[in-house]
């Protein structure tokens, strides 16, 4: 069965500094995708991020980027320039050929102003 | 478009009661998940399901625990008789054909007095 590690259970950041979140899964499959997702104290799910495994180029949404390394299984998330709204517990995900998403325990962030 | 609904967004019973817990996925999805998250926790699946199929069961509970995706309405998780270890929060997750990606509802939290 594949497994989702993250080792960091809390992270701190200054403002407008740059964080990075580690992941690192368990898996016999060779097409995955990998997932980043957000839960802010409201509690709703928020997607941030997503890979393909088969991709070589890492994953970039404006702040967010990842550092997809297969071989290692790993996949830690890098947030720039933080800011207060990032504050949130965040969850790395793996979806195999079972279709459900495997998470990991997660990080809490928080960000000081 | 409308996101992932669920509804209640907070239910409260009593042990024995039955708890009735309602998703709507979004528009031209198909596949719905539900997820539960015990305090503290990541989220751990229970049950994919497609209109009026039951695709995958392996994390739900042997008793007490049902869900349906009928052809016409919500998706329903059912839990019968509850007990305190039911209270957690329940998360909906929907996706089109031949989409890897998840989005989330905003959970319904259970609460078993």
């Known amino acids: 069965a594949q497994t989702v590690t993250q080792s960091q259970p809390e992270m701190s950041v200054q403002e407008a500094e740059t964080v990075t979140l580690s992941c690192t899964y368990d898996?016999?499959?060779?097409?995955?995708?990998l997932f980043w997702y957000k839960q802010p104290p409201s509690r709703q799910m928020i997607l941030v991020i997503r890979q393909e495994a088969y991709k070589q180029q890492n994953a970039t949404e404006n702040r967010f980027s990842v550092n997809f390394q297969k071989a290692a299984k790993s996949f830690s998330l890098k947030i720039s320039d933080s800011q207060l709204g990032d504050a949130a517990m965040y969850f790395c995900?793996?979806?195999?050929?079972?279709?459900?998403?495997?998470f990991g325990a997660g990080t809490i962030l928080r960000v000081k102003s | 478009n409308a996101g992932v609904m669920q509804n209640p967004r907070h239910l409260v019973r009593r042990r024995g009661q039955e708890a009735r817990l309602r998703c709507s996925p979004m528009?031209?999805?198909?596949?719905v998940y539900w997820y539960r998250q015990l305090p503290e926790e990541g989220l751990k699946f229970m049950v994919y399901?497609?209109?009026?199929?039951?695709?995958?069961e392996s994390g739900m509970p042997k008793e007490r625990f049902s869900a349906e995706f009928p052809k016409e309405g919500p998706s329903i998780l059912r839990i019968q008789q509850v007990v305190r270890g039911d209270s957690a929060a329940y998360f909906c997750?929907?996706?089109?054909?031949?989409?890897?990606?998840?989005?989330f509802g905003p959970g319904t939290r259970l609460l078993v007095l």
């Open positions: 399901l497609q209109k009026e199929n039951i695709i995958d």
């Open positions: 997750a929907s996706s089109p054909l031949l989409e890897e990606t998840q989005y």
């Open positions: 528009k031209g999805h198909s596949h």
């Open positions: 995900a793996y979806k195999g050929y079972g279709n459900k998403l495997v």
């Open positions: 898996t016999s499959e060779s097409d995955y995708y």
